[in-house]
């Protein structure tokens, strides 16, 4: 089977390569990247004015399943990432049960490959029921498959604890992807503490919640060695500890998520939880140091903490209703209309922070276009301008404040070791 992508403006981060090209796939792997590639084949895909990146991956997703099969499921969860553009999602571990276990591990990837049309990889939880008791079965899960480790939703509290995990996490040479929230500096808040907290009468989550446990990661990545990769950045503290970090050359990477890249407190729509997630997003001063920081690539990927949750769920009032929000088929989108049409970042960021870096995080030979690659490749139409549409969603899960959202830029076609997963029409 032979697939060529004619005339596509190929942004390929590994070779620094952006320029006009043909791709040609034979049996699910890259053959050529390169000019003109004349000859017959299979099937010939026009690209002409499109992007072609290497397939967008998600390290931060939450799929539901087992457990919370109503927010969504791993079929769900995945044709909507595919839609996204994504061709590699990683699925964070709090499900009923916690992923904490060889068994729910391998429940998933099993599932996955029934269901899931794009690659679907699995977090281990850092302790057994994320209870952060008692570490969990790291070594099994990795046994199993498991592409890092994470307590997401939560942080680890006890230190100690914390440092044994990240200890055999550099032993078995898997990344720890980092929530940082201290959890008893939460104390009910349900919203950014700042300006909108005290107009609404909501109390609120300030920065230090997510500072305190940012420089205390990054103190035990020093100390034992191992990959850090902080999840959802959200306050100008963490951007520049993370700059710091890396300036000291420690093995610190660091994500941003769509929303908090592209709304502040000012915002928020007075009581609706569509607005709630945890971190939640900040103040002006805040937004502007996370923009920056993805400019100056002291954060190294873009990943959406897709978080589906039901109506009902969402329908409470902000102080009561779940955290989080999807993004899965929102963050093309967001992306290229708030980061790269506006100038502040060029494609090759982006393919570096939605496709390469991700994959250089997990340590897996993806995120790149080169010959000899699995063809996992995505194409945008950088120009297609649309309204997001909740109702258009896969996702189980309609729950956006970006409902109505004008947006410039989206995925139309999603390849999958050479094969299209998902086609816009
Ligand atoms: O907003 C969030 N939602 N933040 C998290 O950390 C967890 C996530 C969820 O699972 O709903
Ligand atoms: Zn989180
Ligand atoms: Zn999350």
Same mark, same amino acid.
């Given at each position: 089977?032979?697939?060529?992508?004619?005339?596509?403006?190929?942004?390929?981060?590994?070779?620094?390569?952006?320029?006009?090209?043909?791709?040609?796939?034979?049996?699910?792997?890259?053959?050529?990247?390169?000019?003109?590639?004349?000859?017959?084949?299979?099937?010939?895909?026009?690209?002409?004015?499109?992007?072609?990146?290497?397939?967008?991956?998600?390290?931060?997703?939450?799929?539901?399943?087992?457990?919370?099969?109503?927010?969504?499921?791993?079929?769900?969860?995945?044709?909507?990432?595919?839609?996204?553009?994504?061709?590699?999602?990683?699925?964070?571990?709090?499900?009923?049960?916690?992923?904490?276990?060889?068994?729910?591990?391998?429940?998933?990837?099993?599932?996955?490959?029934?269901?899931?049309?794009?690659?679907?990889?699995?977090?281990?939880?850092?302790?057994?029921?994320?209870?952060?008791?008692?570490?969990?079965?790291?070594?099994?899960?990795?046994?199993?498959?498991?592409?890092?480790?994470?307590?997401?939703?939560?942080?680890?509290?006890?230190?100690?604890?914390?440092?044994?995990?990240?200890?055999?996490?550099?032993?078995?040479?898997?990344?720890?992807?980092?929530?940082?929230?201290?959890?008893?500096?939460?104390?009910?808040?349900?919203?950014?503490?700042?300006?909108?907290?005290?107009?609404?009468?909501?109390?609120?989550?300030?920065?230090?919640?997510?500072?305190?446990?940012? &420089? !205390?990661?990054?103190? $035990?990545? *020093?100390? +034992?060695?191992?990959?850090?990769?902080?999840?959802?950045?959200?306050?100008? #503290?963490?951007?520049?500890?993370?700059?710091?970090?890396?300036?000291?050359?420690?093995?610190?990477?660091?994500?941003?998520?769509?929303?908090?890249?592209?709304?502040?407190?000012?915002?928020?729509?007075?009581?609706?939880?569509?607005?709630?997630?945890?971190?939640?997003?900040?103040?002006?001063?805040?937004?502007?140091?996370?923009?920056?920081?993805?400019?100056?690539?002291?954060?190294?990927?873009?990943?959406?903490?897709?978080?589906?949750?039901?109506?009902?769920?969402?329908?409470?009032?902000?102080?009561?209703?779940?955290?989080?929000?999807?993004?899965?088929?929102?963050?093309?989108?967001?992306?290229?209309?708030?980061?790269?049409?506006?100038?502040?970042?060029?494609?090759?960021?982006?393919?570096?922070?939605?496709?390469?870096?991700? &994959? !250089?995080?997990?340590? $897996?030979? *993806?995120? +790149?276009?080169?010959?000899?690659?699995?063809?996992?490749?995505?194409?945008? #139409?950088?120009?297609?301008?649309?309204?997001?549409?909740?109702?258009?969603?896969?996702?189980?899960?309609?729950?956006?404040?970006?409902?109505?959202?004008?947006?410039?830029?989206?995925?139309?076609?999603?390849?999958?070791?050479?094969?299209?997963?998902?086609?816009?029409?």
């Amino acid at each position: 089977m032979t697939t060529l992508i004619k005339s596509g403006r190929v942004i390929n981060p590994a070779k620094k390569q952006d320029e006009v090209c043909d791709i040609l796939i034979e049996d699910g792997i890259i053959k050529r990247c390169e000019g003109v590639i004349s000859g017959e084949f299979d099937e010939v895909i026009d690209a002409g004015g499109m992007l072609v990146m290497p397939g967008l991956i998600d390290l931060h997703v939450h799929l539901r399943e087992p457990g919370f099969e109503y927010k969504e499921t791993i079929e769900t969860g995945s044709k909507a990432a595919a839609k996204g553009g994504y061709t590699t999602i990683c699925a964070m571990p709090n499900t009923k049960p916690a992923t904490d276990s060889r068994e729910t591990v391998r429940y998933i990837i099993d599932k996955a490959k029934e269901v899931s049309p794009i690659n679907v990889l699995v977090v281990g939880a850092v302790t057994k029921g994320q209870a952060g008791k008692e570490l969990s079965d790291i070594e099994g899960m990795k046994e199993e498959g498991i592409c890092a480790i994470s307590e997401d939703g939560k942080s680890v509290m006890n230190a100690g604890l914390y440092r044994e995990a990240m200890k055999k996490a550099k032993e078995l040479n898997i990344p720890v992807m980092a929530h940082c929230e201290d959890i008893n500096m939460v104390c009910g808040g349900a919203i950014n503490k700042g300006t909108k907290s005290e107009e609404l009468g909501v109390r609120g989550i300030s920065n230090a919640v997510e500072d305190v446990i940012v &420089a !205390r990661d990054i103190l $035990i990545a *020093k100390e +034992t060695g191992a990959r850090l990769h902080l999840c959802h950045c959200s306050t100008v #503290d963490s951007e520049r500890m993370v700059r710091e970090a890396k300036a000291e050359g420690l093995p610190v990477t660091a994500e941003v998520c769509p929303h908090h890249f592209t709304l502040c407190e000012d915002d928020i729509i007075s009581n609706d939880a569509n607005y709630k997630m945890n971190p939640p997003v900040r103040s002006r001063k805040d937004l502007e140091a996370l923009r920056n920081g993805l400019k100056n690539d002291v954060f190294d990927v873009i990943s959406t903490d897709h978080a589906p949750h039901s109506a009902e769920e969402k329908s409470r009032s902000i102080e009561t209703a779940p955290f989080g929000i999807v993004g899965s088929e929102t963050a093309v989108a967001l992306t290229m209309t708030e980061l790269v049409h506006t100038g502040l970042i060029n494609y090759m960021q982006m393919a570096e922070k939605m496709s390469y870096n991700p &994959a !250089r995080v997990l340590g $897996i030979p *993806k995120g +790149t276009l080169n010959e000899g690659a699995v063809a996992d490749i995505t194409i945008i #139409d950088p120009d297609r301008e649309y309204e997001i549409d909740v109702e258009s969603f896969v996702s189980m899960g309609k729950n956006t404040p970006f409902n109505g959202y004008k947006a410039k830029g989206m995925a139309v076609r999603t390849i999958v070791e050479g094969k299209t997963v998902y086609k816009y029409e």
